[in-house]
């Protein structure tokens, strides 16, 4: 190949896998410019050589000059030499150190339609048929019309009683982050091309309930894992395309979550105020010298309480916060004992303060296991007027609360005889000690105790592994029924959800009772 002149700085030269600048010549001090021929998107291998001579090789905006990257530092460059075609048209800037020649041509290049087309088979049929559309050259403006008019995720049937179940976005500069997959994990939406669609598909079963939430464009900060992780509250919220947000009345959609209810699920029997008789709450306030601190404490008492209540059952559960608030549940119990699945029975919401007490007291704590045995349930049943049964007692809790629920039980079984716990957080362990609640069950005596566990099929360990929610709460329900006690476990199509806990409530407290009933 003939050697060509040089060209002024002020030209500009095209530059594709069709034209190559080959041998070209320049002297000290000049600069040449190529324009790159490639659309946003595009993925473009370079082909660089200069037999003598130094060059800077650098990427800069067409319209402005500015700077991006620098490719070759005076012939010293990492190879191969990659990059991907960003909005703003760029053009390759050559600049002589010392005079000299050199090649420049582009090797490859993969359109984006082509990257998504070899990049993977998608789980969601509507999805490929809308990346076939994009590689032909749409837009997804009529998919988008229908996500409008059909609400998200996207619910496709796959047959042998599961669904796909795709979640989507639209309009995010750079990322996705899913909480409340059918996972365990913080999922990461993908991004079709380079369009505004966002998505990320799952197959689940058709009992499917859960509640969700997405950030767009989580802040990339520096500090510890848990503090970058923590970043994805910044832009939590409900998603804008979902049509069954929960609750409905938020004060805003941070504060909100978006639900899916697949086609067999629990649609929450008695989770709706039916404008029936209620039942009483008073609020009181309990101190502990043990603990030292106070707080607050809701005592219920349903239809029907007071002419039954020395055979009454006692429920006692833990963070208020949640199911005194989030979810009502004295309104899933007015329901309960209006229908006759459980008898009129009094109930106490024990407020967790604030986080950091939560996580203090929840986890098999001592203290707090005397603070309710021999503070709290003296005061209720001074309150009710009435005194407590273990057989009809009932510890109730979700998450840390339901570790607490069974530990608090073990402790003091003469007190409370029941223990209700979904999601229980049984991979909790003291000083290395792996399935420490499972070891706690095998080397005590066995108590007059009977339980009712619950675990979500979304609750597995991070990244697959078996060592979440799920296999821990199987483990100690193995254990438990090697060692003789009355359990039952359900497994449901969740994950670590409020939005669920509030039907399986019901579930393990018409087991229990029914239980008790027979003893």
């Not at 049937?157 to 599961?162: C, I, K, L, M, T």
Request: proline share 5%.
């Amino acid at each position: 190949m003939t050697s060509q002149s040089v060209v002024p700085s002020s030209a500009a030269r095209s530059l594709s896998p069709e034209t190559a600048a080959g041998a070209v010549a320049l002297q000290q001090g000049q600069e040449l410019l190529f324009e790159l021929q490639a659309e946003p998107g595009d993925y473009i291998q370079l082909g660089w050589s200069a037999p003598y001579g130094s060059f800077h090789l650098d990427s800069v905006e067409r319209t402005t000059g500015k700077h991006i990257r620098r490719f070759i530092s005076e012939n010293v460059g990492r190879a191969p030499f990659l990059l991907v075609a960003g909005e703003q048209p760029i053009d390759l800037k050559v600049s002589a150190v010392q005079a000299g020649q050199f090649t420049l041509s582009v090797l490859r290049k993969v359109a984006v339609s082509e990257q998504v087309s070899s990049q993977k088979e998608y789980l969601s049929p509507r999805i490929a048929k809308l990346a076939e559309h994009l590689k032909t050259g749409g837009t997804p403006d009529d998919f988008w019309s229908e996500v409008v008019e059909t609400g998200t995720p996207l619910v496709e049937d796959q047959g042998n009683g599961n669904s796909i179940l795709t979640f989507l976005a639209k309009d995010a500069k750079n990322a996705v982050r899913l909480l409340g997959a059918p996972t365990s994990n913080h999922e990461e939406l993908d991004r079709l091309g380079i369009s505004d669609v966002w998505f990320k598909s799952f197959v689940v079963p058709n009992t499917t309930r859960l509640s969700y939430q997405l950030a767009k464009d989580v802040p990339q900060i520096t500090g510890s894992w848990i503090e970058r992780r923590r970043a994805i509250l910044a832009t939590l919220s409900a998603d804008p395309f979902n049509k069954y947000p929960w609750p409905s009345d938020a004060i805003d959609p941070y504060n909100q979550h978006s639900t899916v209810l697949l086609p067999k699920a629990d649609k929450g029997r008695f989770l709706q105020d039916r404008g029936g008789a209620k039942g009483s709450l008073t609020k009181h306030v309990i101190e502990s010298r043990i603990l030292e601190n106070k707080r607050n404490i809701w005592i219920y008492r349903s239809v029907g309480y007071e002419v039954s209540k020395e055979t009454a059952p006692l429920l006692l559960m833990f963070d208020a916060e949640h199911y005194n608030g989030r979810i009502s549940v004295p309104t899933i119990l007015d329901n309960m004992v209006a229908e006759g699945v459980i008898p009129p029975l009094a109930a106490v919401f024990i407020s967790h303060i604030d986080g950091k007490t939560r996580s203090r007291e929840l986890p098999n704590n001592a203290d707090f296991a005397q603070f309710m045995a021999k503070t709290l349930l003296p005061f209720v049943e001074e309150e009710l007027g009435a005194p407590s049964s273990p057989d009809r007692t009932i510890l109730a809790g979700s998450s840390y609360g339901g570790l607490a629920s069974i530990t608090v039980a073990l402790r003091y079984p003469q007190q409370f005889g029941n223990v209700l716990s979904m999601s229980g957080s049984y991979w909790y362990s003291e000083e290395g000690d792996e399935n420490y609640v499972a070891q706690l069950i095998a080397s005590k005596p066995k108590q007059d105790l009977s339980f009712f566990l619950s675990a979500g099929l979304f609750e597995k360990g991070v990244g697959g592994r078996d060592r979440g929610i799920l296999y821990s709460n199987q483990h100690v329900r193995d254990v438990l029924i090697a060692k003789g006690y009355p359990v039952q476990m359900r497994t449901y199509a969740a994950g670590h959800d409020l939005f669920s806990w509030q039907t399986i409530l019901s579930d393990g407290l018409i087991y229990l009772l029914g239980n008790a009933a027979r003893k």
